[in-house]
């Protein structure tokens, strides 16, 4: 009677078999089986795609393929834009698969405030396992290492970002269910005004111009984390 897209979060609520952490309230999913209409696609340049694939889709029939560009720091990026802007305790949860050699994944929660602008990314390096926050406009800064990742595209990692808009500290980055503590570090404000809104993304990006496939799946948005 119902397919599953009905039944979604409230079998994200009462804990059905699932990668996602499940902790909080959720606000938005998406595993692309309607396309990627809730989504703003974005690339660096003509060397770069995204688009939706069926070939390694953790929840069938699709995931998104994303291509980056090899032209300077080439990029392929999806982007939601949230419709009202939120305080508290947001996380931005996904499941991603790569190929070896990835250079950059980078998670992001981006908020406006009275004062500016909040940024609030994570950037993983597969090839050292370093962890960074900060952003391309204002360098990024080493805080934890988990390992070098030896993937294989077939493989699922879950991933969350959980960050505090109303204090305006990082709270946790968690890789495959294992936290790394982040409540001591601050997020980025640069002092330019910005519409009152607040958007979430996930890109694949390079640094010595080589394209990589990375591939997304099962994105979800939660507020009021414990």
């Given at each position: 009677?119902?397919?599953?897209?009905?039944?979604?979060?409230?079998?994200?609520?009462?804990?059905?078999?699932?990668?996602?952490?499940?902790i909080?309230?959720?606000?938005?999913?998406d595993?692309?089986?309607?396309?990627?209409?809730?989504?703003?696609?974005?690339?660096?340049?003509?060397?770069?795609?995204?688009?939706?694939?069926?070939?390694?889709?953790q929840?069938p029939?699709?995931?998104?393929?994303?291509?980056?560009?090899?032209?300077?720091?080439?990029?392929?990026r999806?982007?939601?834009?949230?419709g009202?802007?939120?305080?508290?305790?947001?996380g931005?949860?996904?499941?991603?698969?790569?190929?070896?050699?990835?250079?950059?994944?980078i998670?992001?929660?981006?908020?406006?405030?009275?004062?500016?602008?909040?940024?609030?990314?994570?950037?993983?390096?597969?090839?050292?396992?370093?962890l960074a926050?900060?952003?391309?406009?204002?360098?990024?800064?080493?805080?934890?290492?988990?390992?070098?990742?030896?993937?294989?595209?077939q493989?699922?990692?879950n991933?969350?970002?959980?960050?505090?808009?109303?204090?305006?500290f990082?709270?946790?980055?968690?890789?495959?269910?294992v936290?790394?503590?982040?409540?001591?570090?601050?997020?980025?404000?640069?002092?330019?005004?910005?519409?009152?809104?607040?958007?979430?993304?996930?890109?694949?990006?390079?640094a010595?111009?080589?394209?990589?496939?990375v591939?997304?799946?099962?994105?979800?948005?939660?507020?009021?984390?414990?």
């Amino acid at each position: 009677l119902y397919g599953l897209d009905d039944l979604a979060e409230h079998a994200v609520r009462v804990g059905a078999v699932s990668s996602w952490e499940r902790i909080g309230h959720v606000i938005f999913q998406d595993n692309f089986k309607e396309g990627l209409g809730a989504w703003l696609p974005q690339i660096s340049d003509a060397t770069a795609n995204l688009c939706l694939f069926t070939g390694n889709a953790q929840s069938p029939p699709y995931c998104v393929k994303l291509w980056n560009g090899i032209v300077g720091f080439g990029y392929a990026r999806i982007q939601h834009y949230l419709g009202y802007a939120y305080r508290g305790l947001c996380g931005l949860e996904c499941n991603v698969a790569f190929e070896t050699g990835t250079e950059r994944l980078i998670f992001g929660i981006f908020s406006s405030l009275p004062t500016g602008r909040q940024y609030c990314h994570v950037r993983l390096v597969p090839t050292t396992g370093d962890l960074a926050h900060g952003s391309d406009l204002v360098g990024w800064t080493n805080f934890a290492n988990i390992g070098v990742i030896a993937p294989l595209v077939q493989e699922w990692y879950n991933v969350k970002l959980v960050v505090d808009l109303t204090t305006g500290f990082y709270s946790k980055f968690v890789w495959q269910g294992v936290p790394v503590d982040m409540r001591a570090i601050p997020t980025h404000v640069i002092g330019a005004l910005a519409p009152y809104y607040w958007r979430v993304f996930i890109e694949n990006q390079t640094a010595t111009f080589t394209h990589h496939l990375v591939y997304v799946d099962d994105v979800i948005v939660t507020i009021d984390q414990p």
